[in-house]
């Protein structure tokens, strides 16, 4: 069995966790680096070449696509499918996973619960909304990650003053209702049908926003079953077998965002879980089911 790991051309913790553990498993393991690949086809034929080696002709496909690769990284992807060449994740949950509101889009139709939320791309055309809505708002950027474009708004006046500087940006305003809790989350790690490892992040004093890139410690959590069904139902309605659901906790749950690209060293410190082993025998069990 021979497995195409694809992703970032430098290769962090995550990468180098999935190609130690896969090289435990697969018989034969290549990295592919998805700046440096050639797409070749034409009408009979199509490769996805790297050194040589084309990505198509391997059994199984496990990829790590950063938002800066998404639509390239989608085009990979549909080509993979064509073939019939086992993905742990649909191409489409590339791009709806880059994109927070497509990702709260996909997440209500599956009536998974999510925080109210408005996107606009004029900031006058949300004046009457934000009159009447509870404060603090959460302002966030569609494109953001690691809790970086994500920003809370205290009043009114200050919910403007970012919205004027997102426009002046060219970014749509994008506002969703505060949800309370006590500066903590739940990272949720889905594969297959099941919730593999779990941590609850909490923000470091002072922040409101629960990564561990700000500041946010992460501590093994025991899901509940409101939570893990949450979590399993967002990474379905995504088309994902492998997905880091973020759940808000609290006496109504929301999920507010699914991870096409985790991080594997916060989930796998706080849980002592190998969750890379587990990712790459869900893709060989893809692999060989076929
Ligand atoms: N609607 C919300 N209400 C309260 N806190 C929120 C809300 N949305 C996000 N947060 C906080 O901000 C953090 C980052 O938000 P998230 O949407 O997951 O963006 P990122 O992609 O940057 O992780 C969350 O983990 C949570 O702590
Ligand atoms: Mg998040």
Not at 122 to 136: C, G, M
Not at 153 to 175: G, R, W
């Amino acid at each position: 069995m021979k497995l195409a790991l694809l992703g970032p051309e430098e290769r962090r913790y995550s990468e180098l966790r999935l190609l130690k553990e896969a090289k435990k498993v697969f018989e034969t393991v290549t990295y592919f680096p998805i700046s440096k690949l050639v797409l070749e086809f034409d009408e009979k034929e199509v490769k996805i070449l790297y050194r040589g080696k084309n990505i198509l002709e391997y059994d199984a496909l496990l990829p790590r696509i950063p938002k800066s690769y998404m639509k390239f990284g989608y085009l990979l992807l549909c080509f993979a499918r064509e073939q019939k060449i086992p993905i742990p994740i649909s191409p489409e949950s590339v791009l709806y996973t880059h994109n927070k509101f497509l990702t709260l889009i996909a997440l209500a139709q599956a009536n998974v619960p999510i925080p109210k939320t408005y996107l606009s791309l004029k900031r006058a055309t949300l004046e009457k909304i934000l009159e009447n809505i509870k404060y603090p708002v959460v302002l966030k950027l569609l494109y953001g990650c690691a809790g970086k474009g994500v920003m809370f708004a205290d009043s009114k006046q200050s919910a403007i003053s970012i919205m004027d500087m997102l426009e002046a940006f060219k970014q749509p305003v994008f506002v969703e209702e505060f949800i309370k809790n006590p500066g903590e989350d739940i990272r949720a790690f889905v594969i297959g049908e099941e919730l593999v490892a779990c941590m609850k992040r909490k923000a470091k004093k002072g922040e409101r926003r629960a990564n561990i890139a700000a500041g946010g410690v992460g501590e093994k959590y025991e899901a509940g079953d409101e939570e893990r069904d949450l979590a399993l139902r967002a990474a379905k309605a995504l088309g994902m077998k492998v997905a880091a659901v973020d759940i808000l906790p609290g006496k109504k749950k929301y999920v507010i965002e699914v991870n096409v690209y985790p991080g594997l060293k916060g989930i796998e410190n706080a849980t002592g879980i190998n969750v890379a082993r587990k990712i790459v025998e869900k893709v060989y069990e893809l692999a060989t089911s076929v």
